[in-house]
């Protein structure tokens, strides 16, 4: 049994050490928002945050992740850079498909969270491991800088 | 139905909504009593409207700008409607375009603008005639007005009335509103789908929980139509928790309790695969065969005047010729069905742009009538013209048929991308020669590929000629005295598809890049000369002067910048982009901006139509920069996002969109931003550095 703290609830699971953990939220817990892109840290739709660092949960073992605190897509509204993005998301209708939007948000808010008011560059820095194909990415950096309260 | 079903379907406050698997108002014991006029909505007796909407949500907002139509003239509010996948259906849910339920072409609105407006006309009436009946007034003392009908100081809600209007007659037609009463057409309005998708409740084909369901991990044999010829399961077999591994003719999967333990289960067997026919096939030989293929003369497309006479005695005589490569979709969903086959019939749970192939074709695999397979259509997490085919559903139904209960098949990247049906390679051969002041006086471009329609939609070809093709190489806005158009039909030896602006997307990039050659050749500037050519074709003129003034064109550029223009009419819709391009000393190219101007006809909902101006505009910038698909020994060489690169947010250019209001009939806005990007930037790159491409991606040929 594997004992992890996701959106504030202590989970235990029966699960091999060594599955990534987004197999786990999607899978066994049914938390299916984070979502499967590539399967190796190349895209970012599998974004979470442990301990408030945005991770790839594609490549993390759960096992890693025992005793951190998991924040997922469907709890990132509780905290405030979280809320921030995804008022700015409906704002300025940032989603297509939407497909990629839970990992795009979930970088978004750990950038906001440390960097309340992000240069260009570090919002390329923070923001070009997540893969969008609609190309939403005009109205991804327009909706950072929104919820950072700049015009 | 399950739980969690029930409880994800139903409807949530003002502005969001949320969409589950199954039908849960027909599956439900104590339905209300409702009124549903016709197959697209439904009233039920507290007022909710929902409506089902006949064409796929994919990004492009369908889910939004259909139900604006029906709101219109119901007179209901936008954000309290309720949405629902549409079932599998051709008789209820074509496109009137195609004849099918096929969500491709950049059809939706084109198809709906009408009859999602009747649709909600004929609900309007009826449930003004119930209360007019009611009160025993005359309908015109009745107006309806946010999900009421009003007749002086009484009023009664919609609700209240679906057991009268559902007793009524349904008029064959009704009168539409006048453009001058519309209060959504044409106003930007928020996506129904934006909140969903914005807290992970949003659910697509790979999201599908069904009560007691495996999850599969598969592979098809790595060389397109070669076959499986052994595997040893005795390994993945060992692994707890991996339960099955089932084959068929092409292709294998292992069952497990869990994705990661049938991802662990496929990498454990030891597979043989037979390459078959194609084992030998490359991207490299068979680009000489299509090369060789061009140089014979092919089908006439198009013939105005004599082009080969006129370029005979022509003094100037300009030739080019362009090499365009096989490119992979790459939705960021990887492909994924579930299937659960079972007494009652079979059920699937996907994402499909074509649920009525899917469902008849699943029927004739399982050998059951149509009416008891069921497709369970979801959100789609990107399509692209990917989803148009069904291969990855009839894989998973063949599947089903050697397993008990449900199991959702989801292909890895690697299996999305090496099993793709790619857009296919072309080769194209223009002449033209300039009269003496430097205009064409003919044109020839005989372009050179596959005839995806032929396997697709075979009605699109007439005479032999692939019209999608052809499209956009015929037709030009352009007046050009002597045309001669021609194409010759070259196939790769497996299925190639549609790929986001079909046609246009390969021809215009090839016709905007040689008549930038041509006006280089006549020392002209290339949006001046372009104006000379449209003196017909004012809607074209129109956004190449909106684009250019917007864009500044002619205006100082710093060293190793540059600009360049494309003009396109494509999809019943008119595009000028002007691209800016910076190139590094090390001949790095970066897309600095690009500006849009579009005159799409009436729009419906703006802010969707620059939203996929500015999406296919990055789609397109992808595949033109890096986007090609190799094959070695049969297989193809890309596999994921590593080495089949696509932009990134560093490398996305601010993108301008400017909109010019039209009373013309509606156009296409899904694929026409993507066709038109290539050769506005690989005109900005020979205005920067004198270099001309003619073979793409970009940073393969510079």
Known sequence: ?151 | MSEFSRRDFVKVGAGGLALGFFLPRLASAAAPRSFAPNAFLRIDDRGQVTITVPRVEMGQGTYTSLPMLIAEELEVELATIALEHAPASDELYKDPALGEQITGGSLAIRGAFDRMRQAGAVARTMLITAAAAAWRVAPSACKAERGTVTSGKRTLSYGQLVGRAAALPVPADVALKPPADWKLIGTPARRLDAAIKGDGRAIYGIDVRVPGMKYAAVAACPVLGGTLASVDAKTALAIPGVRRVVQLDNAVAVIADNTWLARRGLQALVIRWDGGANAEFSTAKFAQDLEAASRKPGLVAQKIGDAPGALARAGTRIEAVYHLPFLAHAPMEPLNCTVELGPNGCDIWTGTQSPARARASSAKILGLPVERVRIHNQYLGGGFGRRLEIDYVEQAVRFAKQVTGPVKYVWSREEDIQQDIPRPAYVNRLSAALGADGMPIAWTHRMTGAAVMARFFPALVKDGIDLDAVDCAVDMPYAIPNVLVDYVRHEPPFQVGNWRGVGPTHNVVVVESFLDELAHAARKDPVAYRRALLGKSPRALAVLDLAAAKAGWGTPLPPRAGRGVSVQAAFGTFISQIAEVVVAADGTIKVTRVVCAVDCGRIVNPDTVRAQMEGGIVFALSALMWGKITFEHGRVVESNFHDYRVVRMDEAPPIEVHLITSSEAPGGIGEPGTAALGPAVLNAIFAATGKRLRALPIEAAR
């Open chain 1, 1 to 151: 049994m594997i004992k992890l703290l996701i959106n504030g609830k202590a989970r235990a699971l029966d699960v091999p050490d060594d599955m990534p953990l987004l197999y786990a939220l999607r899978d066994i817990l049914g938390l299916t928002g984070t979502k499967f892109g590539c399967g190796m840290a190349l895209c970012g739709a599998c974004t979470i945050h442990v301990d408030g660092q945005p991770v790839r949960s594609c490549v993390m073992p759960v096992s890693a992740a025992a005793g951190k605190r998991l924040t997922t897509i469907e709890a990132v509204g509780a905290t405030p850079a979280g809320k921030r993005a995804q008022d700015a998301w409906l704002e300025l209708q940032v989603a297509q498909c939407g497909y990629c939007q839970s990992g795009q948000i979930m970088a978004a808010a750990a950038l906001l969270a440390h960097t309340p008011q992000p240069t260009d560059e570090e919002i390329d820095a923070a923001m070009s491991g997540n893969i969008c194909r609609c190309g939403t990415y005009p109205r991804i950096r327009a909706a950072i800088k929104r919820a950072a309260g700049k015009p």
